[in-house]
C-alpha cells in the first residue's frame, strides 16, 4: 500500500491543471504531511519573455506561488528545460538541458526560494537562463515544481507540494541562419504591456527567417543611453520599421519622447540619402490608418490581424530584397 506521502507526490505529479478535485486532494494530503504547509505553481501566471532565442541571449520564466495551505512559509522553486521530444523522458532520467537544481551553484539555487508567504497570498517568481553558446538549435519544454526549503540542499524532509505538467516554451535558432545584412530596427510606442509584448513577437517571427531586429525591450541594457541606443540602431539599419499604432502616430506628428527623436533622426537620413534606408510603416491599432506626415505616399503594411503567416512572409522577402552587403 503507497503511503500518504507517496500518494501526494503522485497526484502532484499527475495534476495537470484540469481537475480541481485532484488539486484540492494534493492541497489536503500537503496540509496533512506538512503540519499546515500547502503551495502551488499557479500555472494560468505563467510567463516566458522570449520565445525565441539565439545561443548566448537570456530568457526569463516567471510565474506566481501560491500559499493554498494553513500556514505562513517559505518555498523553493525548481526548474527544468528539456528537448520538446524528450521532455517526459528527460525529466525522469535527469537528463535535461538545464536544471535550476543541478546547474546553478548554492548561492543562485538560494535565490530561488520565495520568502513568506501569506495564507490565501502569491508571490512572483522568476528565473533567468542563457542557452550555451554550443547548444544545438531546437524547441524546448519546461516544467515547474514547488519544493520545502529542505529540499534545497537536500537534506531530510524535502517534500514535493506541486509539480507542474510540461509546457511548450520557446526555440532556440541556428546562429548561422540568421544574418545581420538583414539588420533592421523597430521604432514603437509603449502604448500598453501587450503593445510591447506584440512588437517583441513580430521581432521573433522575423528572427525565424534569418532577420534580427534591434528594439529597446529586447536590446537595451539598464544604463544605456536611449539617445545613442536609437541613434546607433537607426543607422546601422538598412531596414526601419515603424509601428504606427494611433498613438505612435500623434507622438510622431508631436515629435515627442523617444518617438519623435526616432522620427528626426529617420527625417534626417531620407532627406540626404533615401536609398540608404528602407522605412517601412507597419499599421496596428490604428483604425484610421493614419501615417505620420513625413511618409507622404510611403506604403504600409497592415498587420492589424494577428494572423501574421502571410504578412509577414512578405515582410521577411522585402526585407531580405533591402539587406546590405
Request: glycine share 8%; net charge neutral.
Amino acid at each position: 500500500m503507497q503511503s500518504l506521502g507517496e500518494n501526494a507526490a503522485r497526484l502532484s505529479g499527475e495534476w495537470r491543471g484540469s481537475s480541481s478535485a485532484f488539486r484540492l486532494l494534493c492541497r489536503v494530503q500537503n496540509i496533512a504531511l506538512c503540519k499546515g504547509w500547502s503551495f502551488a505553481f499557479d500555472e494560468e501566471s505563467r510567463e516566458v519573455s522570449r520565445l525565441v532565442v539565439l545561443p548566448e541571449e537570456p530568457l526569463t520564466i516567471a510565474g506566481n506561488i501560491v500559499n493554498d495551505g494553513a500556514r505562513l512559509g517559505t518555498v523553493y522553486v525548481r526548474v527544468q528545460i528539456a528537448r520538446s521530444h524528450l521532455a517526459s523522458t528527460a525529466y525522469h532520467n535527469g537528463t535535461t538541458t538545464f536544471d535550476t537544481h543541478r546547474d546553478l551553484d548554492v548561492g543562485a539555487k538560494s535565490a530561488l526560494r520565495v520568502i513568506d508567504i501569506g495564507v490565501g497570498a502569491r508571490k512572483a517568481w522568476s528565473v533567468s537562463w542563457v542557452a550555451l553558446k554550443d547548444l544545438a538549435p531546437g524547441h524546448f519544454d519546461y516544467q515547474v515544481e514547488v519544493w520545502n526549503p529542505p529540499k534545497l540542499f537536500d537534506t531530510p524532509g524535502a517534500h514535493l507540494f506541486h509539480r507542474t505538467r510540461s509546457f511548450g516554451g520557446f526555440e532556440v535558432l541556428d546562429p548561422r541562419l540568421v544574418s545581420h545584412k538583414y539588420q533592421t530596427f523597430i521604432s514603437y510606442s509603449h502604448d500598453s504591456a501587450e503593445h510591447e509584448r506584440w512588437t517583441l513577437r513580430l521581432a521573433e517571427q522575423l528572427m525565424k527567417f534569418g532577420i534580427p531586429s534591434t528594439l529597446d525591450n529586447k536590446d537595451a541594457e539598464p544604463g544605456d543611453r536611449f539617445d545613442r541606443f536609437m541613434s546607433s540602431g537607426i543607422e546601422a539599419a538598412p531596414v526601419i520599421l515603424l509601428i504606427c499604432s494611433a498613438r505612435f502616430v500623434a507622438k510622431a506628428e508631436a515629435y515627442e519622447g523617444g518617438v519623435g527623436f526616432e522620427m528626426r533622426r529617420i527625417e534626417q537620413i531620407l532627406g540626404t540619402d533615401s536609398a540608404a534606408v528602407r522605412v517601412i510603416p507597419i499599421v496596428r491599432n490604428n483604425t484610421e490608418n493614419k501615417l505620420p506626415s513625413i511618409l507622404g505616399t510611403f506604403k504600409a503594411l497592415d498587420l492589424s490581424d494577428d494572423n501574421w503567416t502571410a504578412s509577414v512572409t512578405e515582410l521577411a522577402r522585402v526585407i531580405k530584397g533591402t539587406g546590405r552587403d
